[in-house]
């Protein structure tokens, strides 16, 4: 056993502990408490006191693209969700596979920035072993396109052929999941619905202005994207509704679904996908990049929809530290609580992954994936403190085996 000592223990369910601890074993929690109660245990520990430090669950990243890190300042930002899309799938189609090497880095850098958990999309899989050679869990979403595919349930089956071979590895889940309303059939969404059992769907969900149009009135700029890349066909329908109503329709809409971005979504979606059960995943950063547009951040909590926060990847963001996303989530949502903030970048972002029970909190049983942040010795308010943006060498992983 050894017994961890900080200045603050953040279990996250509860308010911090000023002069807490953590006790583990074998890399589970054993418990935590207040130094005035010490731990009750029938044999000897050891302790480590990292004096002027705050313990907290390592963070959850619930919207990355690992796959995508080779492209790191090499899409430029823009103000049209379509055209910064044309710019990517562009730079895409001059390489045949993705390189190793800038995924590779930036695995090791989510980790280094106290990152326990990812929802990684992912187009080629290419990420998987490099995943599975860290200290990381994830769930992989296998992301599928086709806005004209002729056979849903044939690229479902080849898609669930590729995962079938992957190594089995306890910390890594996978999952088949649609790209968005611009790029999927409503025949491919409603096979994708059909098959996802009781695994979470990721989807890109109300991102920018041109989607609700497109999903409106059938026209703007995603339609002619569609036309470009020579995929549209005569038979698709708009709508005539707003996106998530369109998914509801379709059969996601449910307590599994991660409606990811969401920037353009009215109050009357947050409220179905609230009454659902849904998770909002916002990254505002990216969304900025992009061209997207702001999310409402206030209104995602306001709804009583679970939120959790992503980075997105680094062909839209600077880096992948969900601390420095928590900072731009604190700037445009300062009416909530940091507590919220900091749930949603942990216990929550790890329910809406499929790891409620494991990661994410502090408590019994939970597996002890804990990092210790540097904080100064003044800090009287340490969850307002780490919505500050938390650099990599402020943070360190605890020894809990």
């Known amino acids: 056993m050894i017994c961890h000592r900080a200045a603050w223990v953040l279990p996250i369910t509860r308010p911090p502990i000023r002069h807490g601890w953590v006790l583990t074993s074998g890399g589970r929690v054993r418990a935590c408490g207040a130094a005035s109660d010490p731990p009750r245990v029938d044999r000897p520990f050891e302790t480590v006191d990292h004096r002027e430090a705050a313990i907290l669950p390592g963070l959850v990243n619930a919207h990355t693209h690992l796959e995508l890190s080779w492209m790191r300042h090499q899409v430029p930002p823009g103000d049209s969700m379509p055209a910064w899309a044309a710019r990517l799938m562009a730079l895409r189609r001059t390489v045949d596979r993705e390189p190793a090497g800038p995924i590779r880095d930036a695995v090791r850098d989510v980790r280094a920035a106290g ?198 990847s680094l062909a839209s963001v600077a880096d992948l530290n969900v601390f420095a996303e928590m900072a731009e989530v604190r700037r445009l949502a300062s009416s909530i609580p940091a507590s919220r903030i900091l749930a949603a970048a942990t216990v929550d972002g790890a329910a809406a992954l499929g790891f409620a029970g494991e990661l994410g909190t502090i408590e019994p049983g939970q597996r002890a994936d804990l990092i210790a942040v540097r904080v100064p010795p003044s800090i009287d308010d340490v969850e307002e403190y780490l919505l500050t943006g938390v650099e990599p060498d402020a943070i360190s992983w605890l020894d809990t085996q």
């Open 115 to 312: 990152t326990s958990l990812v929802g990684d999309v992912t187009n080629t899989l290419t990420a998987f072993d490099l995943l599975a050679r860290s200290d990381l869990s994830a769930t992989v979403f296998r992301e599928l396109l086709g806005f004209s595919a002729a056979d849903p349930e044939r690229s479902i089956a080849d898609a669930q052929a590729q995962l079938d071979a992957l190594p089995s590895n306890e910390r890594l889940r996978t999952s088949i999941v649609p790209h968005a309303p611009y790029s999927v059939s409503p025949a491919l969404f409603r096979a994708i619905a059909g098959t996802a059992g009781d695994r979470p769907i990721s989807v890109h969900l109300g991102e920018s202005p041109e989607e609700i149009e497109f999903l409106r009135e059938g026209t703007g700029a995603w339609r002619e994207l569609l036309g470009q890349l020579g995929v549209w066909t005569d038979s698709w329908t708009p709508p005539a509704c707003g996106p998530v109503e369109y998914l509801q329709r379709l059969g996601l809409v449910n307590g599994r679904l991660l409606a990811v971005h969401c920037t353009q979504i009215k109050d009357d979606d947050l409220a179905r996908l609230a009454a659902a059960g849904s998770t909002i995943v916002t990254s505002p950063r990216s969304n900025a990049w992009t061209g997207a547009g702001t999310p409402r951040i206030e209104a995602f909590f306001a709804s009583g929809a679970r939120v959790a926060i992503g980075t997105d």
